[in-house]
C-alpha cells in the first residue's frame, strides 16, 4: 500500500541505490557517501523544480478562481471544487517542498524504515502531482 505512492519508484530505487552491504556479510547495509551526496543534489534539484511549478499551478488555480462568473454559482460548481483542491495540494506540495529535507545519512535497517523514507521525501510529489491532475479538467 505505501509502495503505490511512490508512483513510478524513482525515489525507492535511488535510495536503494545509495546502500551496500557492509564488509561483514551479518553487519547489515551502510550508506554509500558518494551514492548518498549525489542523491542529495538530485533530490533537492528536484524539489527546487516541482516548487517552482506548483507555484505556477497556484497561480493558475488563483486566476481561475478569480473569474467572477465562477462564484457566481457556489461551491456546488464541480470545475471551483476541483480547483480548490488543487489550489490546497499546489500549496502543500509547496510547504512540503521546504520542509523536507535530505537527512544527512540513510541505512535501510528495515523495509518499514526504507517505505516510509520513501514516502516523507516522495511526499512533494505526490501533491504537485495531484494538484496538476486535478487542474487538468478544466
Known amino acids: 500500500m505505501l509502495s503505490v505512492l511512490d508512483h513510478p519508484g524513482f525515489l ?3 535510495l536503494g541505490a545509495t546502500q551496500q552491504n557492509r564488509a561483514n556479510p551479518g553487519d547489515g547495509r551502510e550508506t554509500n ?3 548518498w551526496m549525489a542523491f542529495c543534489d538530485m533530490f ?3 524539489i527546487e523544480n516541482i516548487n517552482l511549478l506548483a507555484t505556477v499551478l497556484l497561480t493558475a488555480n488563483f486566476s481561475f478562481l478569480a473569474i467572477q462568473s465562477i462564484d457566481a454559482q457556489g461551491l456546488s460548481y464541480w470545475p ?4 480548490y483542491t488543487s489550489l490546497l495540494s499546489a500549496m502543500g506540495s509547496i510547504l512540503m517542498g521546504l520542509a ?3 537527512p544527512r545519512f540513510f541505512t535501510a535497517h528495515s523495509s518499514e524504515y526504507f517505505q516510509i523514507m ?3 521525501l516522495g511526499f512533494p510529489f505526490e501533491l504537485f502531482l495531484y494538484s496538476f491532475s486535478l487542474l487538468q479538467p478544466f
Do not use: F, N, P
Not at 471551483?80 to 480547483?83: G, K, Y
Open 12 to 14: 525507492g530505487r535511488a
Open 80 to 83: 471551483q471544487r476541483l480547483s
Open 44 to 46: 533537492q534539484k528536484d
Open 100 to 102: 523536507v529535507r535530505t
Open 33 to 35: 557517501i558518494e551514492k
Open 118 to 120: 520513501v514516502l516523507v
